[in-house]
Every structure is written in structure tokens, then in C-alpha cells.
T-cell receptor, first 114, second 113 residues
Framework: GNSVTQMEGPVTLSEEAFLTINCTYT??????LFWYVQYPGEGLQLLLK?????DKGSNKGFEATYRKETTSFHLEKGSVQVSDSAVYFC?????????????FGSGTRLSIRP | EAGVAQSPRYKIIEKRQSVAFWCNPI?????LYWYQQILGQGPKLLIQ????????DSQLPKDRFSAERLKGVDSTLKIQPAKLEDSAVYLC???????????FGPGTRLLVL
């Protein structure tokens, strides 16, 4: 079946460190891929997305590239800040008739030390 | 633009009691979703509405969970009777036509004792 597997957390980094959160997916078709972020006490927010192979999504210094050959969508940021501390969810959609049903990974908690 | 509103934000009940959650989506968003997010897991879709009709409720435990969206705007999710394993955050999301981007509310955190 369709699924998303992401790096287990928690991930703890120092401010200005380089971040990678791994995400791989299994899908029968050609899904759209997303990263959502959940800040403490807030709802899920879309961070970035990519809708086809080799697309790069980017926002707030974060980037992820849709790699069809490795079925991956790893999240990266060159220099993290304390304000990036949150839970990050990799997700996919677009595989059902309504095209909007989302399948989420289990989330990766990121903590940034000052 | 106002976001997705949910209430209450927190609820504590004892097992076998009933509980209801309310969601008001972004104005004009025809599609509404309810998700269950158990601690340490990603959100799991419970039910999807298109206007006031159900599109997908395949993961809704229908023996105890029910949801309605009578006028195609706000929605209510009910659990009756609650079990310990229902302790989770219940998220509501909405989407405008033709878009893949879901907008989430802050969630209702339920604790069943």
C-alpha cells in the first residue's frame, strides 16, 4: 500500500547547524509530496511541496527535492535557528479519486539548541 | 482570512462517556477532513466531507464515532462511548476546490481516563 517513512526523532542540533530529515515513500502512482510543520501549541502548516519528479520545493530556507528514482523527499536546511524547533511531517497525496487524501509519516521532532 | 477554528482545545473525560468536537473551516472551502493524531504518530484520516456529503469514511470506527456536516459548513465529530485508546489530538482541515493544500485547525486534545 501507499506509505511514508521518515527519520525517527528526536533530532537535536545546535543553532546554525545543517539539517537533513530523511523521508522515503511507497506509492502505486505519482503522488504529490509535502512537508508539514507543527510548531508547539499550533496546528499543522504546509512548509513546502513538490508535485512531480525533480521538482524542488522551498520555503523559509528549507528545501526538498522530489526524487522518483530513490522515492525520496528529504528535507534540508543549511543553517537552522531556534525558531525551527517543531515536529516535521512528510506526506503524500494525489493517489485517490479525490486527489486530496493525505498520507502522513510519523513525524520527526526537531530541537535546536541556542 | 480566518483560519480553521476548532473547539474545545482540550477535553478530559472518563471512559464510556460521550464527547463532541466542533470545526468551522475556512470560508468557501467545500472539503473538510477530520484526522486523529495519536501521540508519536502522524495524523490519520477519519472522514472526508465534500460539502455535506461523505467522500471517505473508511477509517472511521463507526461503532463509536460519528460525524456530520449538515449545512456544508461547520462539522461535528462525536465519540460515544469513549475508550482509553481514543486519547489523541483530533484535527480538522479544509481545502478549496482544485487545490492540494490542506489548512489545519489547532486541534482538540482529548484525554480519556
Amino acid at each position: 500500500g501507499n506509505s511514508v517513512t521518515q527519520m525517527e526523532g528526536p533530532v537535536t542540533l545546535s543553532e546554525e547547524a545543517f539539517l537533513t530529515i530523511n523521508c522515503t515513500y511507497t506509492a502505486t502512482g505519482y503522488p504529490s509530496l509535502f512537508w508539514y510543520v507543527q510548531y508547539p501549541g499550533e496546528g499543522l502548516q504546509l512548509l513546502l511541496k513538490a508535485t512531480k519528479a525533480d521538482d524542488k520545493g522551498s520555503n523559509k530556507g528549507f528545501e526538498a527535492t522530489y526524487r522518483k528514482e530513490t522515492t525520496s523527499f528529504h528535507l534540508e536546511k543549511g543553517s537552522v535557528q531556534v525558531s525551527d524547533s517543531a515536529v516535521y511531517f512528510c506526506a503524500l497525496s494525489g493517489l485517490d479519486s479525490s486527489a486530496s487524501k493525505i498520507i502522513f509519516g510519523s513525524g520527526t521532532r526537531l530541537s535546536i539548541r541556542p | 482570512e480566518a483560519g480553521v477554528a476548532q473547539s474545545p482545545r482540550y477535553k478530559i473525560i472518563e471512559k464510556r462517556q460521550s464527547v463532541a468536537f466542533w470545526c468551522n473551516p475556512i470560508s468557501g472551502h467545500a472539503t473538510l477532513y477530520w484526522y486523529q493524531q495519536i501521540l508519536g504518530q502522524g495524523p490519520k484520516l477519519l472522514i472526508q466531507f465534500q460539502n455535506n456529503g461523505v467522500v471517505d469514511d473508511s477509517q472511521l470506527p463507526k461503532d463509536r464515532f460519528s460525524a456530520e456536516r449538515l449545512k456544508g459548513v461547520d462539522s461535528t465529530l462525536k465519540i460515544q462511548p469513549a475508550k482509553l485508546e481514543d486519547s489523541a489530538v483530533y484535527l480538522c482541515a479544509s481545502i478549496s476546490g482544485g487545490s492540494e493544500t490542506q489548512y489545519f485547525g489547532p486541534g482538540t486534545r482529548l484525554l480519556v481516563l
